[in-house]
């Protein structure tokens, strides 16, 4: 006998990026905070009054959901160009930091949504635990970047869970469609920001004479970064500010094979050595390089459709089903205690 269908999930989402859209079973209201980080995403409007407005229609007398999913928000973010902005945070700051204000708008928020749930997409593997005491109506607190001693903890009735890092992934082309030669060896793109990436630029250097090596300093367009990494065998991505990187899933996308640092601080991932990268210790980058370079049959041999991982996993489309799910299971939780 074939279980019931589930309801349709009336969703209110705040944030950069429409992760709902186009969910099977889900009826969203979306309400866009501003320009997105995610590359190459489309849609990239700031914000402005009307999204104010959109925001409180929203929440305005009579309307129901079953979750409204929010952007965790840095009250002091220094770097903000944007005075509405920086004048909507200020309010925050001032709501969320009176306790009889931050439960009154709790109380409203619970009166409006059977879960409330938050979206922290920053790199540093810190819960902003001031935003969830100034937020007690949370119930699920979804944090990338996430230590693997925080996944399930609790601060107050708030749970901590995993959040994968999205991309907008239909805006890569499939490398099976470009056939690029697999003219590069190594690869590395991006800004040196951390002692992982120094290291990562002195190694390449030493490697560049006996290694068809690419790693150019200069700014590429979206389609030259494209078509450099789709010539490239390997990507090394070592962490930036934070541990998961758009880097590692443009590479499977785009046909190259990711070299990734092991996080630390051990933080919560679905990278699998062999499988969907090639992950390496500090200090020993050059090692795994030459080993793979050494054995390229036998590493492609173990590997997995990275292109598929990545849409399946860490696409917007997909991030999207993984919320929820997420939110079904808080929903059925609520539910039976």
Not at 140 to 160: M, S
Request: proline share 7%; charged share 25%.
């Amino acid at each position: 006998m074939s279980s019931p269908p589930h309801r349709p999930l009336r969703i209110l989402h705040v944030g950069q990026d429409d992760l709902f859209a186009g969910v099977e079973g889900v009826q969203r209201r979306f309400v866009p905070t501003g320009h997105s980080i995610t590359p190459a995403s489309s849609g990239r409007k700031p914000l402005s009054p009307d999204s104010l407005r959109r925001l409180l229609t929203g929440l305005g007398t009579g309307a129901r959901y079953e979750a409204i999913v929010l952007p965790v928000v840095q009250f002091d973010w220094p770097h903000d160009r944007s005075q509405f902005k920086r004048g909507l945070r200020r309010i925050a700051a001032g709501v969320m930091r009176q306790p009889a204000l931050s439960h009154r708008l709790s109380r409203w928020l619970r009166r409006r949504a059977e879960v409330v749930v938050a979206l922290d997409r920053f790199d540093a593997p810190d819960v902003d635990e001031s935003y969830i005491k100034a937020a007690p109506a949370l119930s699920v607190y979804f944090k990338a970047n996430l230590r693997t001693a925080d996944e399930n903890r609790r601060i107050g009735a708030c749970r901590l869970a995993f959040l994968p890092y999205w991309i907008a992934a239909d805006r890569y082309p499939d490398p099976a469609a470009t056939c690029q030669e697999k003219d590069v060896d190594v690869l590395f793109v991006g800004a040196v920001n951390s002692p992982e990436r120094v290291e990562c630029r002195r190694v390449l250097a030493s490697l560049s004479e006996s290694v068809r090596v690419a790693a150019p300093e200069e700014r590429l367009s979206f389609e030259e970064y494209c078509r450099l990494t789709a010539r490239a065998w390997l990507t090394i991505s070592p962490q930036g500010y934070g541990y998961n990187g758009f880097r590692h899933y443009e590479a499977m996308l785009l046909g190259s094979i990711p070299v990734v640092n092991r996080p630390d601080p051990p933080v919560v991932h679905d990278f699998v050595d062999g499988r969907n990268c090639l992950l390496y210790e500090p200090g020993r980058l050059r090692e795994r390089i030459e080993a793979a370079l050494a054995n390229r049959r036998g590493v492609e041999a173990g590997l997995d459709d990275l292109r598929q991982f990545a849409l399946a996993r860490h696409s917007v489309p997909a991030v999207g089903a993984y919320l929820t799910a997420e939110i079904r299971r808080q929903l059925s939780g609520a539910t039976c205690s």
